[in-house]
């Protein structure tokens, strides 16, 4: 079988996108999955994402992570879909998709892409971090010197231990730069190593930083390892609407494999 593919990338955050229109894709298939998602063996990248067909909609989004489990919102992958929705001449510069989280809404303005995130009802704020859902779990923990923090290993017993369990959760470490920007490194449950960035992550720390009173800005700057990303919000007393997770969404190639 000859897959035909595309690569994409959102700040180093990487993805096979394919074109499943047609059905065509083994959407069981988790070893395939994972292959393609191999970068030794196959394509390489942190999660595989298939466009679909939606009857109410302009189209689904489907992601795998890396490990080939179908799994929770993945943010940089939804505005690299949307571009490649554009690409494909879907939309033009606004859609509505339906994702595993429900539906979403975005825009492409000035090369960016806007995709509005999850409300957020619920932070769970403790003595060492925070802890909500912004399409995926996330805990949030501040650390000092982040450039040099063991990410992966101290992420990894975070994302495994208590009170995560089996689920888990994905971890941010997060040093503050000024009063609107953040720096961010983050370990991903499915890929189970740190990536260069995470959309639904720095969407987690932009929210626990406004909650916990570590900027009172509502547009937020987050540097990840892959570049740059924003995050702006409203407010309504204890609850983050319109959430919008800014960035690039870049096409690296084209490419076919046979599986």
Sequence with gaps: MIVTFYKYQGTGNDFVIIDNRKNTFDKNNTKLVAFLCDRKFGIGADGLILLENHPDHDF??????????????????????????KFLQLIKTETTFLAIDGLHYAKIEDGLVHLQMKDV?????FKTHQFLDTGSPHHVQFVEDLITFDVKNEGEKIRYGQPYNQAGTNVNFVEKINNDTFAVRTYERGVEDETLSCGTGVTAVAIAMHKTNQTKHT????????GQLKVSFNTDNDTYKKVMLIGPATQVFKGEIKC
């Design 60 to 85: 689904k989004m489907v992601y795998y992570n890396a490990d080939g489990n179908e799994s929770s919102m993945c943010g940089n992958g939804g505005r690299c879909i949307v571009a490649f929705a």
């Design 121 to 125: 009802t619920s932070i769970d704020t």
């Design 219 to 226: 547009i937020i700057n987050l540097n990840v390892e892959g």
